[in-house]
């Protein structure tokens, strides 16, 4: 019932196997687990459940004013952007005053977009470059998937919305890799994103060798039948095993990797179909034409890696650096980064804090989904750290300091969520992430321009 290939220390994590197929399967209470054992000391919670970690992007800054709790202390009235997220206010950390002094020029000239996005999970200044000499630095992620990846399938997972370069000139003299991704494995790779479901699908779904994965797509789309199909078997006979409520569990989490293949092979069929009203533009094969339904699939699909521990650690860029998407099916026919330069214009920074509270009411999709997920004593999303924000402020001054951030979920109990601290200007935002990478089992002391880690995080 797994894949003889797996780590060693994988091995008895417990799997429902079929040609080209291979379903991780959540906790369940039948079942003995080695979690106590593969992820113990800081990067597990009570009762040994494994924490986890993902980072949520969203580019051009955020309108600040409608963005910051008017006060410190306990969450109480939220702000307009925050207030899609009222049900999970027990369960933020919104945190102001933190900086990325290597998003700044600091003597390079124009480019703050491909700044932002390099600095924001390095800490570090990138080499401004167009070509094959890039340099960024090694992103916060990739430390913790060091830390934790050999007790997974995945040792990471990068996804985004928007498809993006991985060369050429997009910002100022900048790489487009610079704008276009948020992982980096070492200063000059790029942890490429994963915008297409069917791919992200696979790579979560598809078991055995490469050859194996391709026959068993290959026979399942010329079938017509679905990936559960390959594992029926073994899913009818671990059910015989297992105790009701665990039945009741596995037949719930099935047919939630069976609602998603649905969607994945839905948005498949309509891809060819341009979004009505701006038929001008051209989707990448099987991306759905709803820019919304994307980042939902996409974030479902996370909650189920996280959920059946196929990976502790991810990214997710909501859409790239200095985006122009437009976003006419809330009103807004301007392209975002077009008019994230507002020039103080009231009406424009209306416009920008509605395409900002889009982006909260997908969080707040996504949170939902983890919240849902029973585990141990609590649930999903109270083993989670959750980062979201942006490497930009205000998207008219371009500045890196006093940057939108929050964090959702208590990684196991670790961290007094509930609240809105206000830190000193020019705290770095690397501090944060030291914190987060301790609470993650790293043993790394310093990070990118971190001067320890972040106070007041546990209360």
Same mark, same amino acid.
């Given at each position: 019932?797994?894949?003889?290939?797996?780590?060693?220390? *994988?091995?008895?994590?417990?799997?429902?196997?079929?040609?080209?197929?291979?379903?991780?399967?959540?906790?369940?209470?039948?079942?003995?687990?080695?979690?106590?054992?593969?992820?113990?000391?800081?990067?597990?919670?009570?009762?040994?459940?494994?924490?986890?970690?993902?980072?949520?992007?969203?580019?051009?800054?955020?309108?600040?004013?409608?963005?910051?709790?008017?006060?410190?202390?306990?969450?109480?009235?939220?702000?307009?952007?925050?207030?899609?997220?009222?049900?999970?206010? /027990?369960?933020?950390?919104?945190?102001?005053?933190?900086?990325?002094?290597?998003?700044?020029?600091?003597?390079?000239?124009?480019?703050?977009?491909?700044?932002?996005?390099?600095?924001?999970?390095?800490?570090?200044?990138?080499?401004?470059?167009?070509?094959?000499?890039?340099?960024?630095?090694?992103?916060?992620?990739?430390?913790?998937?060091?830390?934790?990846? +050999?007790?997974?399938?995945?040792?990471?997972?990068?996804?985004?919305?928007?498809?993006?370069?991985?060369?050429?000139?997009?910002?100022?003299?900048?790489?487009?890799?610079?704008?276009?991704?948020?992982?980096?494995?070492?200063?000059?790779?790029?942890?490429?994103?994963?915008?297409?479901?069917?791919?992200?699908?696979?790579?979560?779904?598809?078991?055995?060798?490469?050859?194996?994965?391709?026959?068993?797509?290959? /026979?399942?789309?010329?079938?017509?039948?679905?990936?559960?199909?390959?594992?029926?078997?073994?899913?009818?006979?671990?059910?015989?095993?297992?105790?009701?409520?665990?039945?009741?569990?596995?037949?719930?989490?099935?047919?939630?990797?069976?609602?998603?293949?649905?969607?994945?092979? +839905?948005?498949?069929?309509?891809?060819?179909?341009?979004?009505?009203?701006?038929?001008?533009?051209?989707?990448?094969?099987?991306?759905?034409?709803?820019?919304?339904?994307?980042?939902?699939?996409?974030?479902?699909?996370?909650?189920?890696?996280?959920?059946?521990?196929?990976?502790?650690?991810?990214?997710?860029?909501?859409?790239?650096?200095?985006?122009?998407?437009?976003?006419?099916?809330?009103?807004?026919?301007?392209?975002?980064?077009?008019?994230?330069?507002?020039?103080?214009?009231?009406?424009?920074?209306?416009? *920008?804090?509605?395409?900002?509270?889009?982006?909260? /009411?997908?969080?707040?999709?996504?949170?939902?989904?983890?919240? +849902?997920?029973?585990?141990?004593?609590?649930?999903?999303?109270?083993?989670?750290?959750?980062?979201?924000?942006?490497? *930009?402020?205000?998207?008219? +001054?371009?500045?890196?300091?006093?940057?939108?951030?929050?964090?959702?979920?208590?990684?196991?109990?670790?961290?007094?969520?509930?609240?809105?601290?206000?830190?000193?200007?020019?705290?770095?935002?690397?501090?944060?992430?030291?914190?987060?990478?301790? /609470?993650?089992?790293?043993?790394?002391?310093?990070?990118?321009?971190?001067?320890?880690?972040?106070?007041?995080?546990?209360?």
């Amino acid at each position: 019932m797994f894949m003889s290939n797996m780590p060693k220390s *994988i091995a008895r994590r417990h799997f429902l196997r079929g040609l080209g197929a291979v379903v991780a399967l959540p906790l369940l209470e039948s079942i003995p687990t080695v979690v106590a054992s593969s992820g113990a000391g800081a990067a597990s919670g009570p009762g040994g459940l494994p924490k986890r970690l993902a980072f949520l992007y969203v580019p051009n800054g955020v309108h600040m004013p409608d963005w910051t709790p008017a006060y410190e202390g306990a969450l109480t009235d939220l702000p307009p952007i925050l207030q899609p997220l009222a049900p999970f206010k /027990r369960d933020m950390l919104v945190l102001s005053g933190l900086t990325h002094d290597k998003g700044r020029a600091n003597g390079d000239g124009p480019g703050d977009h491909a700044r932002a996005a390099a600095s924001w999970l390095t800490g570090s200044q990138a080499l401004k470059s167009e070509g094959s000499q890039i340099r960024a630095g090694v992103s916060a992620d990739q430390i913790a998937a060091d830390a934790v990846g +050999r007790y997974t399938r995945l040792p990471s997972l990068e996804i985004g919305a928007e498809p993006g370069r991985q060369a050429g000139k997009c910002d100022s003299g900048y790489s487009c890799a610079y704008s276009n991704n948020i992982s980096w494995r070492n200063d000059s790779t790029a942890m490429a994103k994963e915008i297409h479901p069917r791919a992200l699908f696979e790579r979560m779904f598809g078991g055995g060798m490469d050859r194996e994965k391709a026959e068993g797509l290959a /026979r399942r789309l010329r079938q017509q039948r679905s990936l559960l199909d390959f594992v029926h078997e073994d899913a009818k006979a671990l059910g015989r095993k297992v105790s009701g409520s665990d039945r009741q569990k596995l037949e719930e989490y099935l047919a939630a990797v069976r609602e998603i293949e649905q969607r994945v092979e +839905r948005s498949e069929r309509e891809a060819s179909q341009p979004p009505a009203g701006i038929p001008e533009i051209s989707l990448p094969e099987g991306v759905p034409g709803s820019y919304e339904e994307h980042l939902r699939l996409l974030g479902d699909m996370l909650v189920l890696a996280f959920q059946t521990d196929t990976t502790r650690v991810a990214t997710f860029m909501f859409a790239n650096e200095g985006s122009n998407k437009a976003y006419p099916f809330i009103g807004v026919k301007d392209g975002h980064h077009t008019l994230s330069h507002h020039e103080n214009d009231r009406e424009k920074q209306a416009r *920008i804090s509605r395409i900002n509270q889009f982006h909260t /009411r997908q969080l707040a999709y996504l949170l939902d989904r983890l919240h +849902r997920v029973p585990e141990g004593e609590g649930t999903l999303l109270d083993q989670c750290m959750i980062v979201y924000g942006s490497s *930009i402020s205000d998207g008219n +001054r371009h500045n890196h300091d006093d940057l939108p951030v929050a964090v959702f979920g208590s990684g196991g109990g670790s961290l007094l969520t509930g609240r809105h601290i206000r830190y000193p200007q020019e705290t770095p935002m690397c501090n944060l992430f030291l914190s987060l990478l301790d /609470r993650m089992g790293s043993s790394v002391e310093r990070f990118g321009d971190s001067t320890g880690q972040l106070r007041y995080l546990e209360g």
